[in-house]
Structure formats: C-alpha cells, structure tokens
C-alpha cells in the first residue's frame, strides 16, 4: 500500500462505466459506485499512501500502479499540491513547446493541424478561448470541451455533445488524462487544461496557458482572420508581459484561498490577494485598459479571474474581503470586456457555477449549487465616458 504516492478512488470509474463494480487499485480491493450522488452520501473510497515509500517500490509494482493509473481513478488534482504548512503551491505546466510562423519549426503554424482542449470553467483555459476569437482563429484551430463536472478521473468528455461539452473523436477518448499519456506514456504531472494539440504528431505542444495565447495572437498572422489585432505589440511586449505577471498574484490568489488547508496559508493568501486587487484597480482608475488604451494580453489574462470572482470565488473559495462589484474601475472594467463578443460568447457560467462548487468535495462536500448571487453583466459600464478613445 505504501507503494502508491496517489489518492485511490473509484467513483468515477463507476460513473463512466455505467455499471457497479468491484475493481483491483494495486493491493487494494475497492467497490466502485455508480454515481457521483452515491458516493456522496456514502462516502469516498481513499486510500493515503506515504509520501517518500514509491523510491523503493519495486519495478513490477510500479508498472502495476502505471497501468492501474490509466484505467481507474487515481487522480490527484492540482488542489492536492498543498505544503505542509497548508498552502496551496502550484505545479509548473510540463509541456512547453512552440509553435512557429517559420515554415521549417518543429511545430510550424497551419490550419487545421492543432486543437485546443479547455474547459468552460477554467479561467486559464478560458484565455485561449478568448484570444482565439479576437484573432479570428475560429477557422484555423478547433476546440473541444470538456464536461464541467470534474471528479477522480479528471476532466473527461460526454459522450454526446451535452450542455456545451463535447466528445473527444480523435481517439474516442473519455477523458484528458488519455491524452496525456497518449502523448506521452511516461507523464507523472497533472491532467490540466488548456492543451494544445497536435494532430499531425499526437502530441501536446503546450499546457500553459500564457504562452498558447502568446502564440495565437503572433504565430499564426497567415491564417487570421483578425490579423490586424495585436494583443502583444513587440514593441510594448515585455511591460505587458511583466504586468500580467504581477497580476497573477490575483490569478493564482484565488486559487490560494481556495485551497489552503491552514488559517495561516489562507490569510497571507487573502492579504496578498486584496493587496493585488487594490493594485488592479488603482490601474484601471488611470487608464482604460490595463496597459494604457489597448486591449492587451494583460487584460485576458486577469479577465477570465474577474469574471469568475463574485459568482464563485467570494463563497467558494472565501475570497470574500471585497466583491469585484465593490471596486469601481475593475467593476466597469470587466463589464466593458464581458459586453465584448470574443469575451461573452465564450464564458459559460453554467458550466463555471457548476464545476467549482461541483467538483471540490473537500471544500463543499455534497456538491450544492448556491442559487446566487445575482449578477447582470449587461448593465452599462462607465469606461466610455471615463476614458474615451479617439
Ligand atoms: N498553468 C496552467 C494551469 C492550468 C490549470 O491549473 N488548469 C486546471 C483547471 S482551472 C486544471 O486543469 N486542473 C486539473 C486538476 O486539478 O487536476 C495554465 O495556465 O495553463
């Protein structure tokens, strides 16, 4: 038992395979359920292993513990990167390679040959989605979405087309943690979205967000629609670049509220959180858009967390110093960018309200939806009048 580094649990497997079933995760027998509410009345099956015990594992166990990983639930999710001292800490994305407007580049820019996989509810899968769209790469690089229920298999897609998800028809995968290991069978990271797919090589180009947006704003003028938009001047890239840095303090702050498991790691996550907000807003109270007039990757990047931070983060995660709606510039801010097309018609707050308060039983055990709050993103904003652009 001590050879598994990995939180054992099978209720997803059940729930996808439709059917009860009593499965083998190593040397532990475990009854699977056949569903989600099962399993949340009766309790997870978990099973705890000791940090430090896989070095010894011997090599049998560890293919054992391979395969078991492919079928069944064993997934540890990026929530479960947690200090000792109870602070969440996020993993870097492990894939990171480019895609290139050069012709002769490992990865070259073409049509038809790349997907995303995102999720509605993840801001930072959000930000492809939306930078897709201001480019005009509808056309060029397609997308298929995940269900926003996200239980002990990870992510993982309908098998028809339900509610915004969609199935994987590539391999006919049922969920994002096959691709990983498609492209690479070896993968000991987490199943997260975005990935930026390649379907000539089955590989995964990128998993991090920052830089696929980086490459859809540059890499592909050719194919464009909207090549004209620049989100990155070259010019102007760096300062961009180093202020959305700094805003990822609210990026990943919400996520550190959220997910801390001690008082102390909760408050220095809320200090620093609100800290960074009053900074957003002392921005956006002497200019339009995060850098100056235009609209830039600073401002997809904060965007996908303000849109989400009264609906979700305030009760979900407790981020609830403040509202959005109670800081007047980030306010009218994120209201200008929602009544934006490539921003509106790419959030989908069913699946965003669902997922998060959905899918962290150790947060909200019996997966209850608030009915609130009520928001209107479609009240006028006042950034036209404040800071008119000629
Ligand atoms: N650095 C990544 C972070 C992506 C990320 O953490 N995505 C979350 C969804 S919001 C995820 O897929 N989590 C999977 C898990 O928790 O196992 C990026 O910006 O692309």
Known sequence: MAAFGVRVSVVEWGRLQDASRVTKIGSVWVAARTSQRA???TGRISVKAQAGAEAGVEAGQVKQQKADKMVAGTHLAAMDDVSQKGEFKRKDAAFRDWISADPSAKYPAEAGRY???VSYACPWAHRTLITRKLKGLEDVIDVRVVNHYMGDMGWTFPDQENDGATPEDLFGFKSIRELYFKACPEYGGRFTVPVLWDKKTNSIVSNESKEIIVMLNREFQEFAANSKVDLLPAEHAQKIEALAEHLYT???GVYRCGFARSQ??????LRELFACLDEAEEILSKSRYIYGNMLTLADVRLWTTLIRFDMVY????????RRIQDYPNLYNYMLELYQMDAFRSTT???????????SHPSINPFGVIPGGPLLDFD????????????
Do not use: C, M, Q, W
């Open 39 to 41: 399993s949340l009345s």
């Open 115 to 117: 997907r995303l996989y």
């Open 250 to 252: 609210i990026n990943n």
């Open 264 to 269: 102390e790691a909760y408050d220095e996550a």
């Open 314 to 321: 305030v009760g979900h995660f407790k981020t609830n110093l």
């Open 348 to 358: 989908n707050f069913t699946h965003i309200k669902h997922h998060y308060y959905g």
């Open 379 to 390: 009240v006028p904003h006042d950034r036209n009048e404040k800071f008119p652009i000629a």
